[in-house]
């Protein structure tokens, strides 16, 4: 799953600026991840003729924040450089192909150039980044995508359009790929990048006689562009998959328009919905960004009020708990207090609360100890009181899907693999993907081919420890006598250090 912390670090990133007739707002978490690896860019008003274009962007790095950040600083730079850019005429109509072209060339730009950092050149740096951009024009949208995160148009209440994810199972992702001479393995690039497409990454950019764009991970943008409908585009929402990991298109759309008509604040919305997503289960880096135009939904003052009462609510309830026991899971008790408020207010609403909860139990944790006379521990005066009400670690996740009816976000037993029939059948989908993708496995750097392949599930040791599902791969014998199984865990970020084995012990469903 990637180096996970012991607690979440739930300090955030806030931004909000406005320009151009419309509002942005923008937050950034660390969460369980052991390091912050997502970068963001928003510019209101770009420079010179450009000044009523408007530009934002995610980038969700992956082994290293070097490339993430490099195209958040420089990304924008590059693009406007291009002589696409330069030629256009703010009196005519700029042509709509020309600037297709200069965002293609600035990606392709910025990703030769970063091979020549100090880092990348010694070996030192192997980061790669997704990216995920909309470029605003007075009469057009520009979405730009590069990798897996994801950006949504909300035009009248509903979602209008949504970028599609580039991961090596599509089959355009994959025929690439393959023609590169690599091989597609449990959804990922030789069984170890979770994306087909990112800026970064070079060692899987080295085939020679092969193009930027032909080479296994290619740094081209897909560009859809999109009219203006003044009238009826409300939001544009950005955001890396540590979003959408939780929460379908759908779902964001609903719970993002349901808290607009709450507050206008649209940094501490992006806040709420990470919040949600943090405690719906999300394990990785979370960014979004949130772009409002002159239709987005406006603050509903009945609403208003009706939050303020939940926060009133989900305060006394939280206190209530907390006095009569001292420590706990802050899972159940976000359950428990929804449970209480007997359906009241959106299914959602508590889980966009877990930082007021947290405050809370803060308030209640005891004090940190303080040295006395003669204690050579180190100074402890200066710590926050540490609650004992603990956050559970996530489990593994099956991303949610882009397309999923808009209703009550899905406890976390519908997201999560718990052994029953669907979640099997999807890993047995997933191995026979395996078969198909891979005519051998690596063993000690001999090539063997697959002879047989079985499945089981391997029950935990007791109630509370999750099952297992064993995908057991049979490979002819070879003459050194090397063993003829092994087996690793499949990982859950982007990246997997540890090769394919002969064996596949996979426990969970989520293989991307």
Not at 1 to 22: F, H
Not at 354 to 373: F, K
């Amino acid at each position: 799953m990637g180096t996970l912390l012991s607690t979440p670090v739930t300090d955030k990133i806030n931004e909000t600026g406005e320009g151009n007739n419309l509002r942005y707002g923008l937050a950034s978490m660390q969460g369980w991840r052991s390091s912050m690896e997502d970068a963001h860019c928003a510019i209101t008003r770009l420079p010179g003729h450009l000044r009523e274009w408007s530009f934002f962007a995610v980038f969700d790095g992956h082994a290293g924040a070097l490339v993430s950040e490099q195209c958040a600083s420089e990304l924008l730079n590059r693009i406007v450089d291009t002589e696409e850019f330069k030629n256009i005429d703010p009196e005519l109509a700029p042509s709509i192909e020309e600037i297709r072209q200069g965002i293609r060339e600035g990606f392709l730009s910025l990703d030769e150039e970063m091979r020549k950092l100090p880092q990348i050149v010694r070996g030192l740096d192997r980061s790669g980044s997704t990216a995920v951009c909309v470029l605003v024009t007075p009469k057009h949208l520009f979405f730009v995508n590069c990798g897996d995160s994801r950006a949504v148009l909300i035009r009248d209440g509903a979602v209008g359009f949504a970028t599609t994810d580039h991961k090596p199972a599509h089959p355009s992702e994959r025929k690439r790929i393959q023609n590169a001479g690599g091989s597609v393995i449990v959804d990922r690039v030789n069984g170890n990048l979770a994306v087909s497409r990112s800026l970064g990454d070079y060692s899987y950019k080295t085939v020679r006689n092969l193009g930027p764009t032909e080479q296994l991970v290619s740094p081209e943008p897909e560009i859809t562009v999109i009219d203006r409908d003044l009238e009826k585009d409300q939001m544009v929402v950005l955001a890396c998959d540590g979003v959408w990991d939780v929460m379908s298109n759908e779902h964001l759309c609903c719970v993002v328009s349901e808290r607009m008509t709450c507050m206008d604040d649209l940094s501490r919305i992006c806040n709420e919905v990470i919040d949600y997503c943090l405690y719906s289960g999300s394990s990785d880096n979370m960014s979004m960004v949130l772009v409002a135009f002159e239709p987005a939904p406006k603050v509903i003052p009945e609403n208003q009020a009706k939050d303020k009462t939940l926060e009133q609510k989900v305060e006394s309830i939280a206190n209530e708990i907390v006095s009569n026991d001292s420590k706990g899971s802050m899972n159940e008790l976000l359950s428990s207090i929804r449970s209480r408020l007997n359906g009241d207010f959106a299914p959602h609403a508590v889980f966009c609360k877990g930082a007021l909860v947290q405050r809370i139990l803060d308030a209640h944790a005891p004090p940190s100890p303080t040295n006395g006379a003669g204690n050579n521990s180190p100074d402890t005066s200066s710590r926050p009181p540490q609650s004992k009400w603990t956050l559970s670690p996530p489990k593994r996740l099956r991303r949610v899907p882009p397309q999923h009816e808009c209703k009550s976000p899905p406890d976390k037993s519908e997201n999560l693999t718990n052994g029953n029939e669907s979640s099997l059948n999807g890993r047995v989908s997933m191995i026979q993907q395996l078969l198909v993708s891979c005519q051998g496995i690596m063993t000690n750097g001999v090539a063997r081919p697959i002879s047989s392949l079985s499945l089981r599930t391997v029950k935990g040791s007791d109630d509370t420890s999750d099952s297992e599902t064993v995908v057991e791969v049979g490979q002819e014998p070879i003459e050194d006598g090397l063993p003829e199984s092994s087996s690793t865990i499949v990982g859950d970020d982007d990246t997997k250090s540890t090769p394919l084995a002969a064996s596949q012990v996979v426990n969970g469903a989520k293989l991307d």
